[in-house]
Nanobody, 124 residues
């Protein structure tokens, strides 16, 4: 029922910033916890950040803490990931995901609705 579409990826230089977005269709959006995951070439998909239904609670992977900020605008059915001080190791496909159960979690399995991903490349 709910579909997620990521946008905003691209090529950015090390130290630069980028904001990617995830637009969701469907009215139940405000009942879902939302998360961002990423997958580097040849590696397993990893947790990046998650945000609660109301946006009051956020959690981040240690590798991005202090550099990335997740936010959501429920009126626009959109979740964002602001990425600052980007490093080459941040390169990968970034996936938006929804947890219909509504709770914040770092685990992969509870996120049952996924976007197709947007490529972020950090390189000179």
């Amino acid at each position: 029922q709910v579909q997620l579409v990521e946008s905003g990826g691209g090529l950015v230089q090390p130290g630069g910033s980028l904001r990617i977005s995830c637009a969701a269709s469907g009215r139940p959006f405000n009942n879902f916890a939302m998360g961002w995951f990423r997958q580097a070439p040849g590696k397993e998909r990893d947790f990046v950040a998650t945000i609660s239904k109301s946006g009051e609670i956020t959690e981040y992977a240690d590798s991005v803490k202090g550099r990335f900020t997740i936010s959501r605008d429920n009126a626009k059915n959109t979740v964002y990931l602001q990425m600052n001080s980007l490093k080459p190791e941040d390169t990968g496909v970034y996936f938006c995901a929804a947890n219909p159960g509504g709770w914040v979690t770092r685990s992969f399995a509870p996120y049952t609705i996924w976007g197709r991903g947007t490529q972020v490349t950090v390189s000179s």
